[in-house]
């Protein structure tokens, strides 16, 4: 059977919410869930190592204590349903101010900085990263990342924002939205490439120096994604990217097709987030005429970009068409009972579904 999945944002305070979610998403024949176990900066569990304590929402789950990841991994059993942990890496979550940030005082310095000095993201408005490039931001990560991997029977470690976020301009000149400016990444880049004075300035009128800072910024990814898969082996890794190469690389430093040629990733999740279907194919295709080696589930958003459901299916179809082995859907709110009351709308995209996935 081929990948059904979803992702899914927790809300779910109790074990009997745990248990009406899993059966809500089986009657349609989901597969495999992808939990947001790390997002906002915090856990879904609690972890002597996390800076900050876990998400309020979480309550107790019987024999399952306070540990909603284990909750899912086990009932999740019960259904027939493959568990992820689907994480946020560097994004902390959006804020208005720094004062809405929990523990701000704790890590502050650790935060991603802009060319302006400005924490709060330009093109991704208000979003909070942490700095890719420090080495304690990457070891904390890490530390949260082992907690996760002691829960046992996970389909995988699910990384998402594992990048730098979005800056469309990058050329000599024209570096307004630009980030990673933070204290230690500047002197660390000019001590790699032996750059003196300021370099930051450098970059608007050098393009040998601007190429060499995202280049650096590229490595910086590279090198969590290989910590995450050399000092937690025993779990699979997968990840959301975005489909097009070069916007992943130019527009947000993620060389994800090296990650694959690596070896470092198990299976991909392209974010194909189209309502045309033929933007889906041709994404969907490309991609595969890349990489070989590992399996790709398309990542879709048909429900929460509110298409009809002959739109939802034929974009499903598309993505099938063009290679891909399975689908995830973002997300589950688009498709759980508790947002439709039982409501006919519901029950035709239940019976649609389940017609498409049955052929």
Not at 192 to 206: E, H, P, R, T
Not at 302 to 311: A, E, N, R, T
């Amino acid at each position: 059977m081929t990948m059904f999945g979803m992702w899914h944002r927790p809300f779910e305070s109790t074990l009997d919410e745990v248990h009406q979610t899993l059966e809500s998403l089986a009657s349609i024949h989901v597969t495999d869930l992808y939990v947001e176990t790390f997002f906002n900066g915090r856990l879904i569990f609690d972890s002597v190592n996390s800076i900050i304590s876990k998400h309020d929402f979480v309550g107790h789950y019987g024999r399952y204590g306070s540990d909603l990841l284990l909750a899912f991994i086990e009932t999740g059993k019960m259904y027939g349903m493959t568990i992820h942990a689907w994480v946020e890496n560097f994004f902390i979550g959006r804020y208005q101010t720094l004062q809405d940030i929990p523990k701000i005082d704790l890590y502050e310095s650790y935060l991603l900085r802009n060319r302006d000095g400005s924490i709060f993201q330009k093109n991704e408005v208000n979003y909070v990263f942490l700095d890719p490039a420090h080495p304690k931001v990457q070891k904390y990560i890490l530390s949260l990342y082992r907690d996760i991997a002691n829960h046992h029977d996970l389909g995988s470690l699910h990384l998402d924002y594992i990048r730098y976020p979005l800056s469309y301009h990058q050329s000599v000149g024209d570096l307004t939205d630009d980030n990673g400016y933070t204290t230690y990444a500047l002197k660390q880049f000019s001590k790699k490439y032996g750059f003196q004075g300021n370099v930051a300035a450098i970059m608007n009128f050098d393009d040998c120096v601007l190429s060499k800072w995202k280049t650096y910024k590229i490595s910086r990814i590279h090198r969590m994604i290989r910590k995450i898969r050399f000092l937690i082996p025993d779990i699979q890794l997968s990840t959301a990217v975005f489909g097009n190469p070069e916007h992943a690389l130019k527009q947000k430093m993620q060389d994800w097709k090296r990650w694959v040629d690596q070896g470092w990733i198990s299976f991909i999740v392209p974010m194909a987030y189209y309502k045309s279907k033929e933007t889906i194919f041709q994404e969907i295709s490309r991609m595969r005429s890349l990489i070989q080696t590992i399996p790709i589930y398309a990542g879709l958003a048909p429900g929460f970009m509110g298409l009809s459901i002959q739109d939802e299916l034929d974009s499903i179809q598309a993505a099938y068409d063009a290679g891909s082995e399975g689908i995830v859907l973002f997300a589950t709110q688009n498709y759980l009972d508790r947002h439709f009351n039982g409501s006919s709308d519901h029950r035709d995209i239940r019976l649609a579904l389940l017609h498409f996935i049955d052929q």
